[in-house]
């Protein structure tokens, strides 16, 4: 008899989980799937629009009140866990990733690597790293270097994922594919029976979100009309088979 699905989502920074799979979230923990949220770089002074404290103390506890009440929306029993690492900008002054990894940032890589190899026991999401941002990038390095002993899934990071063409995003999960050796497929779990309305739901984080970035991620919802998951087929059927009983009895 199959164990039944635990998820874990790996999310580079408060925000980019439910950016990217609020519908998906709000499915599986409806469905009693038991839902962890792992936040990495969580100390933070970065915002999207102006706020009233930019300390980063002030804004680091910001975001995590936002956080918290995005998953209460979506269902009180959603464990968050904030690994609270200093973000890109306060490490190292830069965002996107134009050279290969620091000695800094390996050591970030083998400290998630390791803390995901102790703590995951079920179904890992974790963000394909378009957009070269470094934490993105650092996560889906230490994920890499753990597939082979773990369940693993990607998601489209937004917005980065709506600046992009189908061709190039393609190009990227080809490069994914070579670093992994293996075949990766996609699926988009659609509109029907969400539950929340996914605008309304990110906007709770309302010191990152501006109308330029809203309607990017909800045009990228509209594209796919819902939310694109790669990954090998074995695994996506995990998640399909969860979702599917959702499904019938909503």
Same mark, same amino acid.
């Given at each position: 008899?199959?164990?039944?699905?635990?998820?874990?989502?790996?999310?580079?920074?408060?925000?980019?989980?439910?950016?990217?799979?609020?519908?998906?979230?709000?499915?599986?923990?409806?469905?009693?799937?038991?839902?962890?949220?792992?936040?990495?770089?969580?100390?933070?002074?970065?915002?999207?629009?102006? !706020?009233?404290?930019?300390?980063?103390?002030?804004?680091?506890?910001?975001?995590?009140?936002?956080?918290?009440?995005?998953?209460?929306? +979506?269902?009180?029993?959603?464990?968050?866990?904030?690994?609270?690492?200093?973000?890109?900008?306060?490490?190292?002054?830069?965002?996107?990733?134009?050279?290969?990894?620091?000695?800094?940032?390996?050591?970030?890589?083998?400290?998630?690597?390791?803390? +995901?190899?102790?703590?995951?026991?079920?179904?890992?999401?974790?963000?394909?790293?378009?957009?070269?941002?470094?934490?993105?990038?650092?996560?889906?390095?230490?994920?890499?270097?753990?597939?082979?002993?773990?369940? !693993?899934?990607?998601?489209?990071?937004?917005?980065?994922?709506?600046?992009?063409?189908?061709?190039?995003?393609?190009?990227?999960?080809?490069?994914?594919?070579?670093?992994?050796?293996?075949?990766?497929?996609?699926?988009?779990?659609?509109?029907?029976?969400?539950?929340?309305?996914?605008?309304?739901?990110?906007?709770?984080?309302?010191?990152?979100?501006?109308?330029?970035?809203?309607?990017?991620?909800?045009?990228?919802?509209?594209?796919?009309?819902?939310?694109?998951?790669?990954?090998?087929?074995?695994?996506?059927?995990?998640?399909?088979?969860?979702?599917?009983?959702?499904?019938?009895?909503?």
């Amino acid at each position: 008899m199959n164990e039944p699905l635990k998820l874990y989502i790996l999310s580079p920074h408060i925000d980019d989980a439910a950016f990217g799979l609020a519908l998906t979230i709000s499915k599986c923990a409806n469905n009693n799937i038991p839902v962890t949220i792992i936040n990495c770089f969580t100390v933070t002074r970065w915002t999207a629009i102006p !706020v009233e404290n930019k300390e980063t103390i002030a804004v680091s506890l910001l975001r995590k009140s936002e956080d918290a009440a995005f998953y209460k929306t +979506l269902n009180e029993n959603i464990n968050i866990i904030n690994l609270d690492l200093l973000d890109a900008p306060l490490r190292n002054g830069y965002i996107f990733q134009e050279q290969p990894f620091r000695q800094n940032e390996l050591d970030l890589i083998e400290e998630l690597k390791n803390l +995901l190899e102790q703590n995951v026991d079920g179904l890992l999401l974790c963000p394909l790293g378009i957009g070269s941002h470094i934490d993105h990038a650092i996560c889906r390095a230490a994920v890499v270097q753990l597939y082979v002993n773990l369940d !693993v899934l990607f998601y489209e990071d937004l917005p980065y994922a709506k600046r992009i063409s189908h061709q190039q995003l393609e190009l990227h999960v080809k490069k994914l594919e070579e670093d992994l050796g293996v075949s990766l497929v996609n699926n988009t779990d659609g509109l029907l029976n969400c539950g929340i309305d996914k605008e309304q739901a990110i906007r709770l984080y309302q010191s990152q979100m501006n109308e330029d970035i809203a309607s990017e991620i909800i045009a990228h919802l509209n594209d796919l009309k819902g939310e694109r998951i790669w990954g090998e087929e074995t695994h996506l059927n995990k998640l399909r088979t969860a979702l599917q009983k959702y499904e019938s009895d909503y």
